[in-house]
């Protein structure tokens, strides 16, 4: 299989609380919730990195979708990694995202592998790491 993964879909409970928190907390370019002329079909996409896009859609349509019940959920099941270019990016990320409500499960600090990270929940539990790894650069 070529890596070719172009979209990544979290299930949310709340699409609209979910789209304010990505759009208007984070920042993220969006064109906002689309597909609401289908059931089962309102989504909202946001652009990430070229060629990368994150899709948010309620779980219930989800579990539509795949005809898989819906189950409880578990932030343990994936983290999502935002890397970026210093310590003081990792620090600046954290405290956006906890301003546009996330709850900080693991403040900013430094790691036993050498680099500094921390990691924060969206509104539906979703992990994400915010991380500096020293031996990664990147180009902006």
């Given at each position: 299989?070529?890596?070719r ?9 709340d ?5 304010k ?19 089962h ?16 859609w ?14 409880p959920?578990s932030p ?8 970026v270019?210093s310590?003081e ?13 996330a ?5 900013a600090q430094?790691t036993?592998?050498?680099g ?16 500096w ?8």
């Open positions: 299989m070529k890596p993964i172009s979209v990544l879909t979290l299930g949310v409970d699409l609209e609380r979910s789209l928190f990505y759009k208007d907390g984070l920042g993220l370019p969006t064109q906002g919730i689309v597909g609401q002329e289908f059931e079909g309102a989504v909202a996409f946001f652009d990430l990195q070229s060629g990368l896009k994150l899709a948010i309620n779980r219930k349509d989800i579990a539509h979708d795949t005809s898989i019940n819906l189950t959920k343990t099941e994936f983290t999502i990694g935002h890397n270019g310590k990016e990792v620090d600046k990320v954290i405290e956006q995202a906890r301003m546009a409500g709850i900080i499960a693991v403040p430094d036993f592998w050498g500094y990270s921390g990691y924060f929940q969206d509104p539906d539990g979703h992990l994400w790491e915010v991380v790894n020293p031996a990664w650069e990147f180009a902006e």
